[in-house]
């Protein structure tokens, strides 16, 4: 599963994991095959899955008695015990059998469940709990034809384990890795987030061009809901130490080397937001990659224009603050954007300006014409991640649309 959106940035990089075979793309996610072993390693170093489910079940559904025929051929048995806590979520493309409802749905595949495990375990069967389950059923619904999956994940693969304090509006880290890729930053420019807030363009960019594994930070070993499977499943004989190792081991690595690391920059106008920023990074990254990132208080809309300019090119990325969870009146909107224009023309000229955005006329209010156009989701919202060029000299056609 992925956001919305980043479907071909999933599919580029399960690609590039050895042992992931017959991949196709779907709806908010990709199909592929591939070993327990290798699920674990998706697991600690996938960074643009949300989840990684294991389809157990496939069939069409036409009426509540057959979801409850489908619930209970499952060996559940196999994969938990009566002893785990569960949930069951249900996603829905398209139009449910008649008479059903999501709810419905989730409370009839558990009660499935349920009796086959009373009949499997002596009259005993697991606990649900919606909170904090150990094990995550996911139902997919695509009109009547319905899959049942179990969640090798459990808390979704974004949340890194590294962010100890959000900030006002963070971005998921899977979505921002994505959009890393789409600028194609190969480390050999200088990289800046002018409005990072809990840095986390800078510290996925660091994570993810030094190779490092995302779901891993010694500081925090986050639990994948696989390290709560029984004993009989399919990962029993996985050496999840061993793969742990290997994260371990490269972070190590990383470590002691420190030869060629870009110069990456993070600023904000907020000195709290830019604390949580660098407190974030200590955890996220090894001590000396972290070290090199450049923190900055700034006001980017009061870019000393007299500062000697950083390089004569780079990549700047950033979400501005408004339109997700900060409210600007649309004048203040629009006031926020021209500003932000000026100072880019002004000290950006040679860098690669790259804008995440639901403002549907940034380009025309920002007076730009943007190059790439990624339609993305953040959260609900649909978005544009918006390439600009800025040029050097005096090259008026480019800046007035
Ligand atoms: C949408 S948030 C960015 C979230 C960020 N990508 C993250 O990972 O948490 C926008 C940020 O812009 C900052 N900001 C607002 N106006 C600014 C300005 N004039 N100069 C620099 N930063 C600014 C806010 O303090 C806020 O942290």
């Not at 095959?33 to 899955?49: F, H, M, Q």
């Not at 495990?117 to 389950?133: E, I, Y």
């Not at 009989?232 to 030869?259: C, M, Y």
Request: hydrophobic fraction near 40%.
């Amino acid at each position: 599963m992925c956001s919305r959106g980043l479907e071909d940035s999933l599919v580029d990089e399960l690609y590039t994991f050895d042992g992931v075979e017959s991949i196709r793309k779907n709806k908010s996610g990709a199909n592929f095959n591939a070993s327990p072993e290798i699920i674990c390693r998706l697991n600690l170093w996938a960074r643009i899955p949300s989840r990684i489910l294991i389809q157990l079940g496939k069939t069409q559904i036409n009426n509540a008695d057959e979801l409850l025929i489908f619930a209970n051929k499952i060996n559940w048995g196999e994969w938990f015990t009566p002893s785990n806590s569960f949930r069951v979520d249900v996603n829905i493309t398209g139009k449910l059998p008649r008479s059903m409802s999501a709810n419905f749905v989730a409370l009839k595949f558990k009660d499935g469940m349920c009796d086959r495990f009373r009949a499997d375990f002596n009259g005993k069967r697991p606990t649900v709990n919606t909170k904090n389950p150990e094990i995550r059923i996911w139902i997919h619904f695509f009109n009547s034809l319905v899959t049942a999956s179990i969640d090798t994940s459990g808390e979704p693969l974004f949340k890194r384990g590294w962010r100890q304090n959000k900030g006002i509006a963070p971005i998921k880290e899977n979505l921002v890795s994505a959009l890393l890729g789409m600028t194609n930053w190969d480390m050999s420019k200088p990289l800046m987030d002018p409005m990072c807030g809990s840095g986390t363009f800078v510290i996925e960019a660091m994570q993810k061009f030094t190779q490092l594994p995302c779901n891993y930070t010694p500081s925090r070993i986050r639990k994948f809901a696989f390290e709560n499977f029984s004993p009989g499943s399919p990962f029993n004989n996985t050496n999840w130490k061993v793969l742990l190792q290997e994260a371990h081991d490269r972070w190590e690595d990383k470590n002691k080397i420190i030869k060629n690391i870009p110069l990456v920059i993070g600023s904000d106008s907020n000195i709290k937001m830019l604390e949580v920023a660098k407190l974030n990074a200590w955890h996220a990254l090894p001590n000396k990659i972290s070290k090199s990132i450049v923190w900055k208080v700034n006001d980017f809309l009061n870019y000393n224009a007299s500062e000697k300019k950083i390089s004569s090119s780079g990549i700047l990325v950033t979400n501005p603050p408004f339109g997700f969870r900060i409210k600007l009146s649309e004048n203040e909107k629009k006031i926020f954007i021209e500003k932000l224009g000026t100072v880019l023309k002004k000290n950006f000229s040679g860098w690669t300006v790259w804008i995440l955005t639901n403002e549907k006329r940034f380009s025309s209010i920002i007076h730009l014409r943007n190059g790439e156009k990624f339609p993305v989701f953040n959260g609900d919202i649909a978005c544009n991640w918006l390439s600009f060029e800025m040029v050097t000299g005096n090259m008026k056609n480019n800046y007035e649309i």
